[in-house]
């Protein structure tokens, strides 16, 4: 069964930083992208970041690029979310997804960590 | 990039009707690399269908995709209690990868 648990959300001030981890299981890590999809209260779904399965590319939404770094330990079988400069508008839900195949649909989602950034 | 827009908004319908959800693309979408997801209230959205049409692991056959090109269509045939959600899709052909803005299915 494949699981996807996120960790590391919570309240941080305008201008903080947390780093977003997800421990995945079920599948084999190494072969499939890896993505953070976000959800601000009560609003639509919005892709923030993919990793590839070997971690050597990177994709990022113009939102958030710059301040956000993904990577991943397939050591550890674990994603990351490094955010920085944190402001108001990144207040979500942060899932973490697995991707298909060589392609960025989602097709398993964690449960989500809600980061909120207030002072 | 890709914009997506779902219509209509809201579809208000009862269950054992039909429900038809659009969404078009502001350019094609290459080799129908389009998405659906499911999300209800407090749980985190699930895979309906892939490559426009592929179903997902575990997803009944009243559920159905179509379409290629600017415009795809989700189709529920006969609605369950357990069909009223929001539904998304999502391009998957160009980054950056793209959501519509849902379309909420009520009763």
């Known amino acids: 069964e494949v699981q996807l648990v996120e960790s590391g959300g919570g309240l941080v001030q305008p201008g903080g930083s947390l780093r977003l981890s997800c421990v995945v299981s079920?599948?084999?890590?190494?072969?499939?992208?890896m993505n953070w999809v976000r959800q601000a209260p009560g609003k639509g779904l919005e892709w923030v970041s993919s990793i590839s399965g070997s971690g050597g590319t990177t994709y990022y939404a113009d939102s958030v690029k710059g301040r956000f770094t993904i990577s991943r330990d397939n050591s550890k079988n674990t994603l990351y979310l490094q955010i920085n400069s944190l402001r108001a508008e990144d207040t979500a839900v942060y899932y973490c997804?697995?991707?298909?195949?060589?392609?960025?649909?989602?097709?398993?989602w964690g449960q989500g960590t809600l980061v909120t950034v207030s002072s | 990039e890709i914009v997506l827009t779902q219509s209509p908004g809201t579809l208000s319908l009862s269950p054992g009707e039909r429900a038809t959800l659009s969404c078009r693309a502001s350019?094609?979408?290459?080799?129908?690399?389009l998405a659906w997801y499911q999300q209800k209230p407090g749980q985190a959205p699930r895979l309906l269908i892939y490559g426009a049409s592929s179903r997902a692991t575990g997803i009944p056959d009243r559920l159905s995709g179509s379409g290629s090109g600017t415009d795809f269509t989700l189709t529920i045939s006969r609605l369950e209690p357990e069909d009223f959600a929001v539904y998304y899709c999502?391009?998957?052909?160009?980054?950056?990868?793209?959501f519509g803005q849902g379309t909420k299915v009520e009763i």
């Open positions: 997804a697995k991707g298909g195949y060589y392609q960025y649909f989602f097709d398993h």
């Open positions: 999502q391009q998957y052909d160009n980054s950056p990868w793209t």
């Open positions: 350019q094609s979408v290459r080799s129908t690399y």
């Open positions: 079920g599948f084999t890590f190494t072969t499939y992208a």
